[in-house]
């Protein structure tokens, strides 16, 4: 027959590696069921209840309520674990598609940078080629308004003072309109880059005139003397206005009537730029490509 004692025995407690292996709620049964063998072997060695008796029932019981409240516990861990797996691959998985969305979003900004610097550079270039079209367009309204004479200049030059003499009859021998321009003229053919007469620029519009005994520049009275300046190379501009023919008349005139006729030549001359109003056209007619009015043609 089998021994009471030894069917009593409570099942062994595996090793540390058994422990590794055995599944979890395996092993709280079994060290459970342990215990309460020996709580039972205590209460037979003190005289307590028989085996089978309310006790050794009462602590079975209570094991098996234990083990069922774990079980249910690690059912309920379970299905959490897998609920919150859930949870988690769906929130990796919103997660990577939110990266990728980034990542586009990063790519079309970058290529728009790209596409950005492109235009700011061909940008610049167009600026620079603007630039020097400027540059260009004003340097060109520079010489031009120097050459026309409504633009201020400043050079080197000669200056040149004429003046009646004292004896002079002031209707025949006193200097005229005339007289002045044929020195003017004499200046442009010496190589005079710019002009001006008592202050007065001369321009492509200048008009001089004799109002009586007085002379009038741009419409503006003048009187002696006549401070006649002229930008150009002074080294050779005084030498050769006597070389043409309207200084060497003007030269014979001036001995004629006695005037007196000083040159010198100046580092730097500062001339104005011609009244504005004379800018303003009064009339003007188109031409065509042979320089010729259309009505003119035949």
């Not at 422990?19 to 215990?35: G, M």
């Not at 897998?82 to 900004?109: F, K, T």
């Not at 200048?206 to 109002?211: E, F, H, K, L, M």
């Not at 200084?247 to 007196?260: E, I, N, P, S």
């Amino acid at each position: 027959m089998t021994d009471p004692q030894a069917a009593q025995q409570p099942p062994p407690v595996p090793d540390a590696a058994a422990r590794v292996r055995t599944p979890l709620l395996a092993l709280i049964t079994a060290e459970s069921l342990e215990r309460d063998y020996q709580m039972v072997a205590r209460r037979r060695a003190a005289g307590g209840s028989p085996p089978g008796g309310p006790s050794k029932a009462a602590g079975r019981a209570g094991v098996v309520a234990v083990a069922l409240v774990f079980g249910g516990l690690v059912t309920l861990a379970a299905v959490e674990t897998s609920a919150n797996a859930d949870v988690d691959s769906a929130s990796r998985a919103s997660l990577i598609e939110r990266i990728e969305a980034r990542g586009e979003a990063v790519r079309r900004l970058q290529g728009r940078i790209s596409d950005l610097r492109e235009e700011n550079a061909d940008a610049e270039a167009d600026l620079l080629e603007l630039g020097n079209a400027v540059n260009a367009a004003e340097g060109q309204a520079a010489e031009i308004g120097a050459a026309s004479g409504f633009t201020p200049v400043v050079g080197e030059g000669i200056r040149i003072e004429l003046d009646n003499a004292s004896y002079a009859d002031p209707d025949t021998e006193h200097i005229r309109d005339s007289d002045l321009a044929l020195l003017t003229n004499a200046l442009w053919s010496a190589g005079a880059e710019a002009i001006a007469i008592n202050n007065q620029r001369i321009s492509s519009r200048t008009a001089i005139r004799n109002s009586g005994t007085a002379i009038e520049v741009n419409s503006t009275g003048i009187a002696p003397p006549y401070v006649v300046t002229a930008i150009g190379n002074r080294d050779t501009l005084s030498s050769r206005l006597l070389e043409t023919s309207s200084g060497a008349a003007f030269a014979v005139l001036a001995g004629q009537y006695g005037w007196t006729y000083e040159v010198d030549d100046v580092g730097e001359v500062r001339l104005p730029a011609a009244p504005g109003r004379l800018r303003l056209l009064r009339s003007a007619e188109q031409a065509t490509e042979s320089g010729r009015h259309p009505e003119g043609d035949e």
